[in-house]
């Protein structure tokens, strides 16, 4: 090969490698993002509602709310919880926790309905309702109790994934720099053997 | 609906020698005459077995005692709103009063097997009798349906439709006695009450049986209530009971439109607590504990307090319902045939109506869980109708 085809080889080479670094960087940075959005914005949103419901049933069990209290708040709060279902980000990055809230979402749904019920008949049912959620008994072909379990573990499981998030960028960074110190290391060794 | 239930058949029958002008052997005078039946009752109230109380031996039955019901019983339980206005009146009231306490009859434990839709189940079941002096005998057939203790292999888990089932079938199911000489619940009533007056009468007298009165006691393990104006919450509750108060299928029951379904349940009456059921109509009853109360109660005084106040609940009901269908059926008797009764029968009934649960006793027991009950049960049945007429007479 000639200079000059070289050079041209050389440049289209290094015009490649730079338009792919880019691209991933791109990839990257999108994904960040992404991940960023869920871990913090859609699961601090999802762990305060599902927070709010475990602690808004202990205190209607405990007699801490009323059953119009519950009910309107329960109301609200499965629509926050829905839209973020919804929303659909976290179908892709985080199934474990999508499954888990596909599971809970129709049955807090039904709850919801059931506790609107019992307010319009509150003078009937508030008591026996209430009952459900301290002994783990069924109302309305539903356990009360089951379904704040089942809020707690997801809250249980977001919190984890707070403690574990790390940003890709300073992840590669880090990689990186383990990396060039590890040539680095090879070829001082290999100076010295030589 | 059921996981654990006390279920009781009551039947009465009527033995109209007994409530005209009886002519009974000697040892069972004191039947016809309310003095006497008074100091039978205040004699024997506090006596055990086999002291001094009077027999009746029936072929395939044995020897049976005609027991005052125990003093501990009639001072303490439901019967005390009759027993205490006699305390307090002891001279007047005595033997007026002594007529609404009846002589008990233990017919000992039998078997009674039934099938359900899936499996053949045997029960074990108690068999008394309650007499009273005015000429009414009820059969009671109190049975368990549920898991026995000391039965750990055996996982009971009856549907709506086996128990519906079930329930159907009791009655005309084979009661195994021991001479072999096997009923049902029935027809035992009827061979009964024949031979109990073939020995109490110095003459063949008759009786005639009345109809079967289903009493469900149904525990507290699971939350049941249903909405009786909507029937928005608890529908399947409801449908699952309208079933069983009226002997039909749940099938037909959902079928139903909500009125019609509210008709079956019209006679549903408010439980003194949260969370209580009680049902009434001609045919059964259905009595449901809180599950607030009870669970309360577990809390604070234990399981064993558990068992003894819904035992007693429920042995209160069947006190109740007893001496309701036995009213029902005297009442109804005299006024057809008012006739042929001595007038001074008559007015002793009358007399001591007016001293029952039906004024004075009612007043002076504050605690009388079948207070208020008790005016929506007589109307279903037409006691209040004869009350009224009786007063007439």
């Known amino acids: 090969l000639t200079e000059d085809q070289l050079t041209i080889l050389l440049l289209i080479a290094i015009g490649g490698s730079g338009t792919a670094a880019g691209y991933f960087a791109r990839v990257v940075q999108k994904y960040e993002e992404r991940q960023d959005t869920i871990h913090l914005t859609k699961l601090p949103a999802l762990f305060s509602s599902l927070f709010n419901f475990v602690q808004l049933s202990r205190a209607f069990r405990d007699g801490g709310a009323s059953i119009d209290e519950f009910a309107d708040r329960l109301d609200k709060l499965v629509e926050n919880i829905g839209s973020e279902i919804f929303a659909g980000e976290i179908i892709l990055y985080e199934k474990e926790i999508y499954d888990e809230l596909a599971n809970l979402y129709p049955r807090l749904h039904s709850l919801n309905a059931i506790a609107k019920k019992v307010k319009e008949n509150k003078n009937s049912f508030e008591k026996v309702f209430r009952f459900s959620f301290t002994n783990n008994q069924e109302f309305e072909h539903m356990k009360p109790c089951e379904i704040v379990t089942s809020a707690e573990k997801i809250t249980d499981s977001i919190r984890t994934r707070f403690k574990r998030y790390k940003s890709i960028s300073i992840m590669l960074l880090v990689a990186l720099f383990v990396l060039g110190a590890a040539i680095a290391a090879i070829e001082y060794f290999r100076s010295i053997t030589s | ?393």
């Open chain 2, 1 to 393: 609906l059921v996981i654990r239930s006390h279920v009781c058949f009551t039947r009465p029958f009527l033995i109209p020698d007994l409530a005209i002008d009886p002519i009974l052997h000697d040892e069972y005078r004191f039947l016809g005459n309310l003095r006497a039946y008074a100091d039978y009752y205040l004699a024997h109230e506090i006596s055990h077995k086999g002291h001094g109380h009077s027999t009746v031996d029936i072929e395939g039955l044995g020897t049976i005692e005609l027991k005052p019901l125990n003093k501990r019983i009639t001072l303490g339980g439901f019967w005390k709103s009759f027993r205490i206005p006699i305390k307090k009146e002891k001279e007047q009231a005595d033997s007026i009063l002594f007529q609404f306490l009846p002589l008990k009859m233990s017919l000992g434990l039998n078997q009674i097997s039934a099938r359900s839709s899936s499996r053949r189940e045997m029960f074990e079941m108690q068999r008394s009798a309650y007499l009273f002096p005015f000429g009414i005998c009820l059969v009671n057939c109190d049975f368990y349906v549920g898991p026995r203790e000391n039965f750990d292999e055996w996982s009971y888990e009856l549907t709506n439709d086996d128990f519906l089932d079930l329930m159907k079938k009791l009655p005309r199911a084979t009661i195994f006695s021991k001479n072999n000489t096997n009923y049902n619940f029935r027809n035992f009533v009827g061979y009964f009450g024949e031979n109990l007056v073939k020995k109490l009468f110095k003459y063949p007298a008759s009786i005639q049986l009345g109809d079967m009165h289903t009493t469900y006691f149904l525990s507290s393990d699971s939350i049941l209530y249903f909405n009786p104006d909507k029937l928005d919450l608890g529908r399947e509750t409801a449908v699952a009971i309208a079933a069983l108060m009226s002997g039909s299928t749940i099938l037909d029951m959902n079928t139903k439109s909500p009125e019609e379904l509210r008709l079956v349940l019209r006679e549903i009456l408010k439980g003194r607590r949260d969370g209580e059921l009680l049902l009434f109509n001609e045919d059964s009853s259905l009595l449901y504990p809180s599950p607030l109360w009870l669970d309360a109660l577990k809390t604070h005084q234990g399981t064993a307090a558990v068992k003894a106040k819904t035992s007693c609940m429920y042995h209160n009901y069947l006190s109740f319902i007893n001496i309701t269908l036995a009213l029902e059926k005297y009442l109804e008797y005299i006024i057809a045939n008012k006739e042929n009764i001595p007038k001074e029968k008559i007015d002793t009934i009358r007399m001591g109506l007016q001293g029952t649960f039906l004024n004075k006793a009612i007043k002076s027991s504050h605690s009388f869980y079948f207070k208020t009950r008790f005016e929506p049960i007589a109307k279903t049945l037409g006691i209040a109708d004869y009350l009224t007429t009786v007063e007439k007479l």
